[in-house]
């Protein structure tokens, strides 16, 4: 399995516009240091299954390759924005998988176009994708939302945007399930002490010190973290590094 990080921000992005902070300065000269709304790309067997849609430039990346289906975490626009333009293609019904939202977002449900959103997902109930099996997993988010958990039979990563915390249940399914990997929200640094949405950077180490992972990798990063750890290297445990846009993972 192949995980490419295709998106590592939050939904202001890095650089954010009008933010002359030294993060987004260095977003605006280095396109290395960017980040795209928070998404990813897993390759099973050559066939590509997309975690969230909300890069606007979607339509043109998927003309590369098809995905053949999408997991969506939630309806926020930072995760759904690329399937507004993404739906008026041609050609095959996309599947789309994703939490019961009856509102979802702007007019998706309503025009759906090529996108076969499919009915919503019931947590703890794994969905076959040929070998890749995901298991949805409630978070806790303004919205209803859902992480996975991502197995092709040799791997595990637990996907876990957008969140604050873990719900008991979650957070109990996967001590037992015991990710060999884990990509999980850290938005705010800790400047950021009471956090509603997002994790900050303490809240998302511990989760990962009590699940325990072999490796961990901080996403949906904002430019307060990213000029954080420009002005002292933020103190990480072994095996956890902040992902970057383009970052790309065998397993
Ligand atoms: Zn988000
Ligand atoms: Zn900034
Ligand atoms: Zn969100």
Known sequence: ???????????????????????????????????EPC????????????????????????????????????????HVQGLLHLRWGCGE?????????????ADLHKNPGILDFQPGLKPFRPLALGRLTATPLPLNHSKPTLGYALSDGASRIAWLTDTVGLPGATERFLCEWRPDALVIDATHPDSHRIPRNHNNLSMALEIIERLSPS????THISHELDAEAMRAPLALPEGVELAADGLEILF
Do not use: N
């Not at 019904?93 to 977002?105: E, H």
């Open 215 to 218: 490796r961990a990798w901080l």
């Open 1 to 35: 399995m192949r995980l490419r990080f295709a998106g590592t921000g939050d939904s202001a992005q890095v650089p954010c516009f009008g933010c002359d902070c030294p993060a987004c300065q260095r977003g605006r000269l280095l396109r290395s240091h960017r980040r």
């Open 39 to 78: 998404c990813g790309e897993l390759v099973v067997d050559d066939c590509l299954v997309l975690i969230d849609a909300g890069r606007t430039d979607l339509a043109e990346r998927c003309e590369r390759q098809r995905p053949a289906a999408i997991l969506l975490t939630h309806y926020h626009a930072d």
């Open 93 to 105: 019904p996309i599947p789309v998988y994703g939490p019961k939202d009856p509102q979802g977002c």
